[in-house]
């Protein structure tokens, strides 16, 4: 994994999943709240992507400008962000409009029987 990343398993643990995860969590929660686009999702996680190859070369010695490595960051804090975006907006199109949808799962919902959407 070292040959991926540029760093090793504890720092890519520490730093991509656990500070630059909640950074993503944070994130997708603020746009969904927001009725902001899905889009804007790609532009912040890039964005977070470089913030987490800064701060692992800075802190950890990590390499600076590995492709596979940024790679690889920014599709984990992408799945998070992806996440934690949905699920807001799903909680947030039921509890705004409960006559007209209900929950399918944590990441989807539908419209009711008999409700004109």
């Not at 010695?61 to 799945?79: M, P």
């Not at 962000?81 to 944590?106: D, H």
Request: charged share 15%.
């Amino acid at each position: 994994m070292e040959a991926i990343t540029g760093t090793s398993t504890g720092v890519t643990i520490g730093m991509t999943v656990i500070l630059m995860g909640f950074c993503a969590f944070m994130t997708g929660q603020a746009i969904a709240n927001t009725w902001r686009s899905v889009h804007q999702l790609y532009a912040y996680s890039l964005l977070l992507g470089l913030t987490d190859r800064f701060l692992t070369y800075a802190l950890f010695e990590g390499e600076l400008l590995s492709l596979s490595g940024y790679i690889f960051d920014t599709v984990i804090i992408f799945a998070i962000m992806s996440a934690a975006f949905r699920v807001t907006k799903v909680n947030k199109m039921l509890s705004q409009y409960p006559w007209l949808y209900e929950r399918v799962g944590p990441f989807g919902f539908r419209a009711r029987e008999g409700a004109d959407v």
